[in-house]
Protein backbone atom coordinates (compact mmCIF):
# COMPACT_ATOMS: atom_id res chain seq x y z
CA UNK A 1 0.00 0.00 0.00
CA UNK A 2 2.95 2.35 0.67
CA UNK A 3 4.44 1.75 -2.83
CA UNK A 4 1.41 2.33 -4.14
CA UNK A 5 0.82 5.42 -2.22
CA UNK A 6 4.20 7.06 -3.19
CA UNK A 7 3.81 6.28 -6.68
CA UNK A 8 0.22 8.50 -6.63
CA UNK A 9 2.23 11.00 -5.04
CA UNK A 10 4.94 10.81 -7.42
CA UNK A 11 2.20 11.22 -10.34
CA UNK A 12 -0.07 14.28 -8.95
CA UNK A 13 3.42 16.27 -8.24
CA UNK A 14 4.35 15.54 -12.23
CA UNK A 15 0.91 17.31 -12.79
CA UNK A 16 1.93 20.41 -11.06
CA UNK A 17 3.16 23.31 -12.71
CA UNK A 18 5.37 26.35 -11.45
CA UNK A 19 2.71 29.40 -11.04
CA UNK A 20 2.04 30.99 -14.46
CA UNK A 21 3.19 34.42 -13.24
CA UNK A 22 5.52 36.09 -11.16
CA UNK A 23 3.73 37.55 -8.07
CA UNK A 24 6.30 39.70 -6.65
CA UNK A 25 6.50 41.56 -10.53
CA UNK A 26 2.76 41.20 -10.69
CA UNK A 27 2.51 43.45 -7.40
CA UNK A 28 5.05 45.87 -8.63
CA UNK A 29 2.76 46.37 -11.81
CA UNK A 30 -0.26 47.09 -9.60
CA UNK A 31 1.70 49.56 -7.50
CA UNK A 32 2.53 51.22 -10.95
CA UNK A 33 -1.26 51.15 -12.34
CA UNK A 34 -2.18 52.96 -8.71
CA UNK A 35 0.22 55.01 -8.86
CA UNK A 36 -0.56 56.27 -12.28
CA UNK A 37 -4.15 56.34 -11.20
CA UNK A 38 -3.02 58.82 -8.07
CA UNK A 39 -1.62 61.10 -10.66
CA UNK A 40 -4.95 61.09 -12.29
CA UNK A 41 -6.68 61.73 -9.45
CA UNK A 42 -3.93 64.82 -8.80
CA UNK A 43 -4.73 65.84 -12.12
CA UNK A 44 -8.60 65.86 -11.90
CA UNK A 45 -7.94 67.55 -8.49
CA UNK A 46 -5.89 70.70 -9.96
CA UNK A 47 -9.04 71.12 -12.20
CA UNK A 48 -6.49 70.21 -15.36
CA UNK A 49 -9.08 66.94 -16.47
CA UNK A 50 -12.36 66.75 -16.75
CA UNK A 51 -14.53 63.97 -14.48
CA UNK A 52 -15.00 62.03 -17.75
CA UNK A 53 -11.42 62.27 -19.09
CA UNK A 54 -11.03 60.66 -14.88
CA UNK A 55 -13.26 57.93 -15.48
CA UNK A 56 -12.09 56.96 -19.13
CA UNK A 57 -8.22 56.87 -18.03
CA UNK A 58 -9.05 55.47 -14.76
CA UNK A 59 -11.17 52.68 -15.17
CA UNK A 60 -9.41 50.94 -17.53
CA UNK A 61 -6.19 51.19 -14.60
CA UNK A 62 -8.43 49.65 -12.20
CA UNK A 63 -9.96 46.75 -14.51
CA UNK A 64 -6.03 45.66 -15.22
CA UNK A 65 -5.02 46.50 -11.36
CA UNK A 66 -8.16 43.50 -11.01
CA UNK A 67 -7.18 41.06 -12.97
CA UNK A 68 -3.64 41.26 -11.87
CA UNK A 69 -5.30 40.61 -8.45
CA UNK A 70 -6.90 37.93 -9.48
CA UNK A 71 -3.84 36.12 -11.19
CA UNK A 72 -2.04 36.37 -7.84
CA UNK A 73 -5.04 35.25 -6.04
CA UNK A 74 -4.96 31.92 -8.18
CA UNK A 75 -1.51 31.23 -8.48
CA UNK A 76 -1.86 31.64 -4.54
CA UNK A 77 -4.38 29.16 -4.60
CA UNK A 78 -2.68 26.96 -6.89
CA UNK A 79 0.77 26.92 -4.98
CA UNK A 80 -1.15 26.09 -1.41
CA UNK A 81 -2.69 22.99 -3.59
CA UNK A 82 0.41 21.59 -4.58
CA UNK A 83 1.78 21.72 -1.04
CA UNK A 84 -0.93 19.77 0.40
CA UNK A 85 -0.27 16.82 -1.65
CA UNK A 86 1.80 14.92 1.19
CA UNK A 87 1.46 11.25 2.46
CA UNK A 88 0.68 10.07 5.57
CA UNK A 89 3.01 9.00 7.89
CA UNK A 90 4.01 5.49 7.24
CA UNK A 91 2.94 4.37 10.85
CA UNK A 92 -0.52 5.71 10.06
CA UNK A 93 -0.73 3.59 6.58
CA UNK A 94 0.13 0.74 8.47
CA UNK A 95 -2.31 1.07 10.65
CA UNK A 96 -4.70 2.07 8.25
CA UNK A 97 -3.96 -1.29 6.38
CA UNK A 98 -4.51 -3.06 9.72
CA UNK A 99 -7.77 -1.91 10.55
CA UNK A 100 -9.15 -2.14 6.74
CA UNK A 101 -8.01 -5.87 6.77
CA UNK A 102 -9.65 -6.47 10.07
CA UNK A 103 -13.01 -5.38 8.52
CA UNK A 104 -12.67 -6.40 5.03
CA UNK A 105 -12.43 -10.07 6.97
CA UNK A 106 -15.76 -9.20 8.51
CA UNK A 107 -17.61 -8.51 5.43
CA UNK A 108 -20.12 -10.78 3.61
CA UNK A 109 -20.08 -11.29 0.07
CA UNK A 110 -22.11 -8.47 -1.42
CA UNK A 111 -19.98 -5.62 1.08
CA UNK A 112 -17.07 -6.64 -0.47
CA UNK A 113 -18.07 -6.81 -4.13
CA UNK A 114 -19.70 -3.37 -3.33
CA UNK A 115 -16.55 -2.05 -1.97
CA UNK A 116 -14.09 -3.59 -4.73
CA UNK A 117 -16.98 -1.82 -7.15
CA UNK A 118 -16.85 1.67 -5.67
CA UNK A 119 -12.77 1.87 -5.84
CA UNK A 120 -12.45 0.42 -9.18
CA UNK A 121 -12.38 2.83 -12.11
CA UNK A 122 -11.05 1.10 -15.17
CA UNK A 123 -9.76 -2.68 -15.94
CA UNK A 124 -8.19 -3.21 -19.26
CA UNK A 125 -7.16 -7.22 -19.93
CA UNK A 126 -4.99 -7.89 -22.71
CA UNK A 127 -3.23 -11.59 -23.37
CA UNK A 128 -1.66 -13.11 -20.01
CA UNK A 129 -2.17 -9.55 -18.25
CA UNK A 130 -4.70 -7.70 -16.54
CA UNK A 131 -4.77 -3.99 -15.57
CA UNK A 132 -7.02 -2.62 -12.11
CA UNK A 133 -6.82 0.93 -11.93
CA UNK A 134 -8.89 2.70 -9.17
CA UNK A 135 -8.37 4.68 -5.97
CA UNK A 136 -8.91 3.79 -2.01
CA UNK A 137 -10.90 6.80 -0.30
CA UNK A 138 -9.13 7.43 3.44
CA UNK A 139 -12.23 8.53 5.26
CA UNK A 140 -14.41 7.59 8.01
CA UNK A 141 -17.12 6.13 6.74
CA UNK A 142 -17.56 4.15 3.91
CA UNK A 143 -21.50 3.71 2.37
CA UNK A 144 -22.07 0.50 0.75
CA UNK A 145 -25.19 -0.33 -1.64
CA UNK A 146 -24.85 -2.95 -3.73
CA UNK A 147 -27.00 -4.17 -6.54
CA UNK A 148 -27.73 -7.76 -7.55
CA UNK A 149 -28.54 -9.31 -10.99
CA UNK A 150 -31.96 -9.21 -10.70
CA UNK A 151 -31.62 -5.35 -9.80
CA UNK A 152 -32.80 -5.29 -6.62
CA UNK A 153 -30.84 -3.66 -4.33
CA UNK A 154 -29.09 -5.46 -1.38
CA UNK A 155 -29.26 -3.78 2.11
CA UNK A 156 -27.22 -0.49 2.91
CA UNK A 157 -24.62 -0.42 5.21
CA UNK A 158 -22.61 1.94 6.83
CA UNK A 159 -18.58 0.36 7.78
CA UNK A 160 -16.74 2.54 10.41
CA UNK A 161 -13.29 3.66 10.09
CA UNK A 162 -10.70 1.96 8.22
Given at each position: MVKQAESWLNNQNKGIQK???????????????????????????????????????????????????NQIIKAELEGERAGEKTLPPLKDIKIFSEKASQKINNLNFNEKKAIVRSIIDKVVGVREELQVCGYIPITSNINVCTSDRNCGLAERREIDAF
Open positions: SAINIEETKKEIAKLKDQEDRYAKAYGAGAITLDQFKEYTIPLKDKAFSFN
